[in-house]
């Protein structure tokens, strides 16, 4: 009986050890936290409130039961740019042998002219993540010397396609695009900006931008807004499917949106469409209402990339409980499709109303064509 004693005993101290971490007012240096099998319900309630603070950070967590593990979520907040956990707009795939996220990051904190960018991390596990880049404003452009943000990006011929939006300049917003062969140093599209709507039922503004292959040729969502700039809408263009991406290659697919908000939760606003194909089909996981409304998130299904049917009249992914980490929202998916057909959705979340930021994932299972957790 020795064995069991002996985990007890190490559950308790690693309990009263993360719990001195929470409680304490000190100011230290980042502390990394790695767990081995303790993803029990009262250790995951300390590490769960971790997000409290900025000088912990959960690297790790091993558990070889797969409900145990779930219990544990992956949170990640770069602290680079503002001094407090803030990544937005995660977009996850698997390039040479691991994980690379690219994410949104806040204008850094104190510095004069610096805008949105957009930051890289790492991981092997899809659960501990460390930054390894940043993607900041080419010097020798005009179009995104205020900021550039939102990424998506896809794998083809053995490099990291991005697409990303610029930042601050209102109606002008637009999506460029970018070529890696390492996943961290890219090279911009000398077309650039490579696709803003036209048409009378938007505003000529084009942001979140997802990029997939499906039926042939390559559908690209963006979100923008009626002409009055209030409401946010999804459109779609399309390219063929041996594009290079350049900007002459897309055509506006139909001139209206594809998907707009109707439910009373999706509030003036649908954005951040994510799909993934399944059977067939597109599933899209799209963010209903703006930020901290809260924001939550909701799927759509077609045939044909064009027409969309909602999966229910309720968000699949809803913001947390009053005192939880995503009470704020839980908002800007991402469903990422692994190598192995596995699905996972990203997402952001707070529970300060946008003054801090942190990125989590859920896996998401299929059963007769329809997700769940």
Known sequence: MKFPILLISLIILVGLFVKQLIDSPQSVDLVRIGIDGLSHDHVHDLLNRY?????????GIAESNK???????????????TG????????VVNFEGRYLMYYSIPPMKGVEDSGWNIGIAESRDLLSWEKVGEITPDPGVEYEKKGLCA???????????????????????????AVSAD????????????????????????IDAEVCEFNGQYFLYFATRDPDYRIQILGVAVASKETDFNREDWRQAVDKPILYPELAWEGE????????????KMYMFYAGAY?????????????????????????FLPNGNPGEWNESES???????????RTYLFFQGNNSKGKNWYISQKEVFWHNGLPTF
């Open 269 to 280: 606003c649908i954005e951040g469409a994510s799909i993934t194909i399944q059977n067939g």
């Open 331 to 341: 908002g800007h998916p991402h469903i990422f499709t692994d190598t192995d057909g």
């Open 151 to 177: 990424p998506g990006a896809l794998i083809r011929n053995g490099k990291v396609h991005l697409f990303y939006q610029t930042y601050g300049n209102g109606r002008n917003d637009a999506i460029c695009h």
């Open 67 to 81: 409900k145990g593990a779930q219990k544990s979520p992956m949170m990640f907040g770069d602290t680079s740019r």
């Open 84 to 91: 407090v956990p803030f990544s937005k707009d995660p977009h």
């Open 51 to 59: 997000n409290e603070r900025t000088d912990t950070r959960i690297i």
């Open 291 to 315: 930020n901290n409304w809260p924001q939550q998130v909701g799927v759509a299904v077609s045939d044909d990339g064009l027409t969309w049917e909602r999966l229910s009249d309720e968000p």
């Open 183 to 206: 996943g961290i140093h890219f090279e911009r599209n000398a077309t650039n900006p490579i696709f803003k709507p036209t048409g009378e039922w938007n505003c000529g503004r084009a």
